[in-house]
């Protein structure tokens, strides 16, 4: 299986890294010792934006908040990527 590795994998590994780190972070916001973990910055649309065909109406929105816990899952994702 080593030498199977493909971009595909590892952007699936990084994708879970950021959702479980952004879950832990969740997490550990109201923790006292832990609570540096959830410290992040939001990126994106404060509002979404609506687009009005008449009779379509299509809603657009993205906001990506970046936290600490996400970072280290990110790079664990990269370390398991190299592991397998």
């Not at 687009?51 to 657009?60: A, H, Q, R």
């Not at 816990?69 to 990269?78: D, F, N």
């Amino acid at each position: 299986m080593r030498g199977s590795k493909n971009g595909w994998t590892l952007l699936l590994l990084i994708l879970a890294g950021v959702v479980l780190g952004g879950f832990i972070g969740t997490l550990a916001a109201g923790v006292p010792g832990l609570d540096w973990l959830n410290y992040g910055q939001s990126f994106g649309l404060e509002e979404p934006l609506v687009l009005s065909l008449g009779l379509l109406v299509l809603t657009f929105g993205l906001t990506i908040r970046i936290t600490i816990a996400s970072i280290l899952g990110i790079i664990l994702a990269i370390f398991i990527y190299r592991w397998i």
